[in-house]
């Protein structure tokens, strides 16, 4: 009987998709969300004690992975600014993905920019909602904080976002928020 | 999530949402599984990644690799080669009996008798006493004034002395140094790794007025920065070892060990006469003959299951969440005692599909589009040998190949008809025939005949632990959840005794709290007649928010060829 695989099994194995798929959908970068992953699963490592006894534990698992993709990608964002981003041995990633089209990858990267610019509490709850899908309770539970303050920073959120939209999103009614 | 906030955060998932390459879900499902298995090991946290592109585990590999390589060299205490490693001149010698001094001064004692094929052991809080012929093993809890008696549940092991007095007398045989001496020298392989041998000497050496051969060979582990420094004294006539002595240095601080052989006539007949008092209260752990019969039809089950190949799904049970679009089969062989696992992806771009409408036949949903993904193989079986299989993806212009990059071979270190293949909790015959636990000496089981509560008809064993068993000390124990005490396995009399509900608790008698609970919710029969699970669910408990659903779709007439079982080679092409 070992029990840390059933532990496993428990928390981390029924969102394996999910974080997966969380940290793909904000870095989009095949080396990056590698880097994504092993970061966020050392931070679930280091924790592992206060991750097993969470109230949510799978919530904070799925924040892990948004900070740590968060992290990834502002860490790229400043090599850019900096003028510093890839060597030319570290090629981007090439997947020829429909996502990767200009457009999509522009539209991405506005919208990141404009996570980037927000609070970090706020940034995470936003990305949680938006790309996890997660309740305010699951959200305020890995936040550490009251669902009435989640759901203040997923709107507060929610409203950077629509401005850095509706300046980008002319034209692309689509994409409009509805409220 | 109510559908009004779906529409308002719809754009937003939108503007992320964007098809995941199947060769990076692949590289991140490497890392978990990375991940799994550290958690399973049990090592200790590791270093955050510094670097990009460094191997990912190193630093906690070579941080839990000081730990563990100190703890072999010495803590050395339990065997470790097989019996079958041993060589028949061993089995003339009578007794080995080897003193043992710790960095910290601690003294300890082992025996080994190739002859009677018996070991034993004493050290400041633990008195064992192994008769591997009756296979039977007694222990002494020092602190606890108990003798334990419980069947030998672990395979039969030599001594890790002997073996090492073995090698050496072969090695030295001649009188001369062995250009090549590692290969002859397996007890200091370690974690998988074989050492690196920077410098060996011979020469001769009188102490204490005898003559010795003294052998010291100096030699580096991979994971470990510092090399390691072994110093043998040999019996110049015999060349059997009197003394081995090992100086390192981890993590910035010096050990030694030391161990001194001799070669008595007579050793300890019983555990009693190496230190157990007679008046100690005896816990005997020898299963009924009811227990024993079960665990004999639940161990016939996993053995005697049909050949099948099935798919194996998974979701949750939250009405918000998006299965369709996050979940990949995973599909599951079996041949004999071979397995195999393969996963979804590989390269390419994984298929995207609709919610299937809400009564739809989920079965014929997953046959039909389980056979749009690409399959490659992460476990293979043979028995006890697994083989964990690691691909990587090569781009040459624009052409996809998923090629081998590694395979790990590892032997499982359980008794015949107690293996149990990685992601047996997923896989039809196993998850209903889970480790029961027993028989452990730190484990008590009863058997409830007429228990309350759970599934009708179905009756009870409880496992529950009441003593205590010698283990090395875990530096992470800390921060690990804590392990269970109580084991709750809801069998089904009628049908072969499978396990309907089986339930992990801790905590004392009346405050005890589900830790992981498994329930089968369907069960069918092979044509062979054997049960297996073809539906289940891992039933949620704080923190987890929502039970885990599986189903399993088994095609039992499927040609497997042999071929299908057979590990793959470094470099070979899998997609």
């Known amino acids: 009987m070992n029990e840390s695989p059933s532990e496993y099994e428990r928390i981390i194995a029924p969102i ?56 990834v990608t502002r860490r790229r964002y400043r090599r850019r600014d900096s003028g510093s981003d890839r060597s030319a041995s570290e090629p981007v990633d090439q997947s020829p993905t429909p996502a990767q089209s200009a457009e999509d990858s522009e539209q991405h990267g506005k919208l990141l920019a404009a996570i980037h610019e927000m609070p970090r509490c706020q940034a995470t709850a936003t990305l949680m909602r938006a790309v996890q899908g997660q309740s305010y309770e699951a959200i305020a539970s890995a936040l550490g904080c009251a669902p009435v303050t989640a759901r203040k920073h997923v709107a507060r959120g929610r409203a950077r976002l629509q401005t850095a939209f509706s300046r980008y999103l002319d034209g692309h009614p689509s994409l409009r928020i509805k409220s | 999530m109510n559908e009004n906030t ?48 460094i191997r990912l585990w190193l630093g906690a590999a070579a941080s839990a690799a000081a730990i563990l390589l100190a703890a072999m060299l010495v803590v050395a205490f339990r065997p470790q080669v097989s019996f079958a490693e041993m ?10 009996h080897v ?113 010795s051969l003294d052998y010291q060979l100096t030699i580096r582990y991979s994971q470990v920065p510092d090399p390691v420094r072994i110093r043998f004294l040999v019996d110049p006539e015999t060349k059997l070892p009197r003394l081995c002595r090992v100086e390192g240095r981890f993590d910035g601080n010096e050990f030694t060990s030391e161990k001194r052989f001799d070669y008595p006539e007579r050793g300890p007949a019983d555990v009693f006469e ?34 099948y190949r099935a798919i194996v ?24 005692d071979k397995t195999r696992v393969d996963v979804a992806g590989g390269k390419g771009v994984a298929p995207r599909f609709e919610k299937p409408a809400d009564d739809a036949d989920l079965e014929k949903w997953w046959r039909t589009n389980s056979e749009k993904f690409h399959y490659y193989p992460l476990y293979i079986t043979d028995g006890s040998t697994s083989f964990n299989v690691e691909s990587e993806l090569k781009r040459d212009n624009e052409t996809e190949r998923l090629v081998v990059s590694s395979v790990k071979r590892s032997v499982s270190n359980q008794l015949p008809g107690e293996n149990y293949p990685p992601y047996w909790s997923r896989s039809p015959e196993y998850v209903c025939r889970p480790p029961l636990g027993i028989p452990r000496q730190d484990f008590e089981a009863v058997l409830e005949m007429k228990p309350e509560g759970g599934p009708a008809g179905a009756i009870l064993l409880r496992v529950r632990r009441t003593g205590r068993m010698p283990t090395a000390p875990n530096p992470d124990a800390g921060k690990l959840p804590p392990a269970p005490d109580l084991y709750r396995n809801w069998l089904d009399p009628a049908r072969d005794y499978v396990v309907l509900r089986h339930e992990m608790l801790t905590g004392e008698a009346g405050k005890e709290v589900i830790q992981g609970s498994t329930v089968v919710e369907e069960l069918n029969r092979s044509p062979g007649g054997t049960w297996y699970a073809s539906r289940f669910r891992i039933k949620a408990v704080p923190p987890v928010a929502h039970d885990e659903l599986f189903n399993v779709y088994i095609d039992f007439h499927v040609e497997l060829p042999d071929s299908l079982f057979e590990p793959p080679s470094v470099g070979d092409e899998l997609l």
């Open chain 2, 87 to 96: 060589i028949s001149a061993m089995k003339q010698l009578p007794w080995i």
């Open chain 2, 274 to 307: 190496i230190g157990a008092p007679k008046s100690a209260r005896l816990i005997d752990r020898v299963p009924s003959d009811d227990i024993v019969r079960i665990q004999e039809t639940l161990r016939a089950g996993r053995q005697r299951m049909d050949d």
């Open chain 2, 313 to 336: 799904v998974s979701r949750t049970d939250d009405p918000d969440y998006m299965w369709w679009i996050n979940e990949r089969p995973m599909i599951l062989y079996r041949k004999g």
């Open chain 1, 16 to 71: 394996e998709g999910q974080m997966i798929r969380s940290i793909w959908r904000i870095v989009r970068h095949a080396q990056d969300a590698e880097d994504a992953m092993q970061n966020a699963l050392l931070s679930v490592w280091k924790q592992w004690r206060r991750v097993a006894e969470h109230p949510n534990a799978q919530a904070l698992v799925l924040k892990m992975c948004v900070d740590a993709a968060y992290d």
């Open chain 2, 6 to 53: 779906h529409s308002v955060d719809e754009p937003f998932f939108d503007a992320l949402d964007c098809p995941l390459p199947d060769d990076v879900e692949r590289r991140l499902r490497a890392r978990l599984a990375e991940f799994r298995n550290k958690v399973t090991s049990g090592l200790p946290a590791p270093e955050p990644r510094r670097k990009r592109r």
């Open chain 2, 99 to 211: 003193t043992i001094t710790d960095n910290d001064g601690a003294v300890r004692e082992v025996w080994y008798s190739p002859a009677k094929d018996v070991s034993a052991s004493r050290s400041d809080d633990w008195i064992e006493y192994f008769d591997h012929k009756l296979r039977v093993y007694h222990s002494y809890d020092v602190s606890e004034r108990v003798v334990y008696r419980v069947p030998e549940y672990t395979p039969r092991r030599s001594s890790r002395y002997a073996s090492m007095a073995e090698s050496l007398r072969t090695l030295l045989q001649g009188g001369q140094l062995n250009a090549d001496p590692l290969p002859r020298m397996p007890f200091l392989e370690w974690n998988r790794s074989k050492p690196e041998l920077l410098k060996q000497s011979l020469t001769r050496v009188e102490e204490q007025g005898r003559q």
